[in-house]
């Protein structure tokens, strides 16, 4: 089975359920759907953002309308799961077709933008590997990353310092319309089924 959080039919963003079970089972688990709902059902439309990238210019998720576009939240200080997230949709990435690549983008908010300046987010990226013409690492405004955060389903908890933070790992992939299709729980999930969901989500909308 397809290891991710899934949806069936709902067109709301009601997050609150989501938000519950990653804090019960510490974000560390994926939930299993039926490898046999095709087409991804619609979720909503996606929160949009405006926030700074790691060349320190502006990006808002509209910029990317007409890519599909995999939204995940981390931060450059964290030790563990953070990194084996990124490494796993840098994957991803590297793996998508020549003729697919360009249809999609990569995007990585930072929870802790106060320590996450560009330059910082820059050289995660290199140490990491990413093709920053297909990611984008943003910081911005604390508050505003926060309640975006919560809009996108991802729990968080500040720390006591402004590098470090608590919170859950959720990625969701938007196709080019603005629209969440599919969401990803935690960091064991399957990459082969996630590169199969973008390939899908850029081929159903370049179909008549």
């Not at 067109?11 to 938000?19: E, G, H, P």
């Not at 919560?150 to 590098?163: E, H, I, L, P, S």
Request: glycine share 4%; proline share 6%; hydrophobic share 45%.
């Amino acid at each position: 089975p397809r290891q991710r959080a899934g949806y069936s039919g709902t067109s709301t963003m009601n997050f609150t359920w989501m938000i519950v079970v990653l804090v019960l089972l510490c974000v560390t688990t994926a939930t299993p759907v039926s490898a046999n709902d095709s087409p991804l059902p619609q979720i909503g439309p996606a929160p949009d953002f405006f926030l700074t990238t790691q060349d320190n210019t502006q990006l808002k998720l509209t910029d990317l309308r007409g890519k599909v576009v995999a939204v995940t939240f981390i931060f450059t200080t964290c030790r563990d799961t953070c990194p084996i997230l990124t490494a796993k949709l840098v994957g991803v990435q590297r793996k998508l077709a020549a003729d697919i690549s360009p249809n999609v983008a990569f995007v990585a908010i930072s929870l802790t933008p106060k320590h996450d300046t560009p330059d910082v987010l820059k050289a995660y990226a290199k140490a990491h590997n990413a093709d920053l013409s297909r990611w984008a690492f943003l910081t911005g405004d604390i508050k505003q990353i926060q309640a975006l955060a919560k809009q996108y389903g991802v729990f968080v908890k500040a720390k006591k310092t402004a590098a470090d933070v608590d919170h859950g790992f959720l990625t969701s992939i938007i196709d080019r319309t603005g629209v969440i299709r599919v969401q990803y729980m935690g960091v064991r999930f399957e990459p082969n089924e996630l590169l199969a969901d973008l390939q899908a989500l850029v081929k159903e909308a370049a179909s008549p």
